[in-house]
């Protein structure tokens, strides 16, 4: 069954506004989770590492007031695109880490933001 | 150093053939290598992952081969199905970072 959970798993809105994406993991108590970017027909891009109870780490080029992370739970993670415009539009997948760092990924089904 | 190259960029294999996707990786320091499957509007699915202490795992179908020294590894699938149609990505660091390769469409026919 699935072990990540990510909603919502499509969004149309208007340039200017802020979205939030949930990312939920179902079947363990995740510390760490982590944030991609995937453009149509290319690879996966970390945007940033959250960790519950502190701040995100946030990749090179990222910007972190842009896209507001927070991981208020072990089981919760949630990315915020703040005043969203066109050249957002993407696939925004997270991953959870089940312990420690010798865990595996285990990705959510995304979520297709579309900025008109 | 923190390039990984996947090649090729498509493949079409008939039913039953094998298909054979390659990774290279730059940075020596990485210890974690996993091949992900990615079907059309999913997330990507873990399919099998492999550490540097071994030089090949098998899993039902699939096989990572992996060589140090040329710091490239690959993907096998045997007995290719019209269902493993998907696009496959490598990823190489470790599992509080992993860099993706650009991945490989794969498109089975029967």
């Known amino acids: 069954g699935a072990v990540v959970s990510q909603h919502p798993s499509r969004v149309i809105c208007k340039s200017g506004t802020s979205v939030k994406i949930e990312c939920r993991s179902l079947?363990?108590?995740?510390?760490?989770m982590f944030w991609y970017r995937q453009f149509p027909k290319q690879s996966l891009m970390l945007m940033a590492t959250?960790?519950?109870?502190?701040?995100?780490?946030?990749e090179q080029g990222v910007e972190k007031d842009k896209f507001l992370i927070n991981h208020a739970s072990l089981t919760l993670s949630t990315l915020t695109v703040t005043s969203a415009h066109p050249e957002d539009s993407s696939f925004y997948i997270c991953?959870?880490?089940?312990?420690?760092?010798?865990?595996?990924?285990?990705f959510g089904d995304g979520t297709r933001l579309s900025i008109l | 150093q923190q390039q990984v190259k996947q090649s090729p960029q498509s493949l079409i294999v008939q039913k039953g053939g094998i298909s054979i996707i390659n990774c290279a990786y730059e940075n020596t320091a990485f210890d974690y290598f996993p091949w992900y499957q990615q079907f059309p509007g999913k997330g990507p699915a873990l399919l099998i992952a492999?550490?540097?202490?071994?030089s090949e795992k098998k899993e039902g179908r699939f096989t990572i081969s992996f060589n140090k020294s040329a710091k490239q590894f690959s993907l096998h699938i045997m007995d290719s199905q019209p269902g493993d149609s998907a696009t496959y990505f490598c990823?190489?660091?470790?599992?509080?970072?992993?860099?993706f390769g650009t991945g490989t469409r794969l498109q089975v026919f029967p």
């Open positions: 990823a190489a660091g470790n599992t509080d970072k992993l860099i």
């Open positions: 492999i550490r540097p202490d071994v």
């Open positions: 959250s960790n519950e109870g502190s701040k995100a780490t946030y």
């Open positions: 991953s959870v880490r089940q312990g420690s760092s010798n865990q595996p990924q285990h």
């Open positions: 079947d363990f108590q995740a510390t760490t």
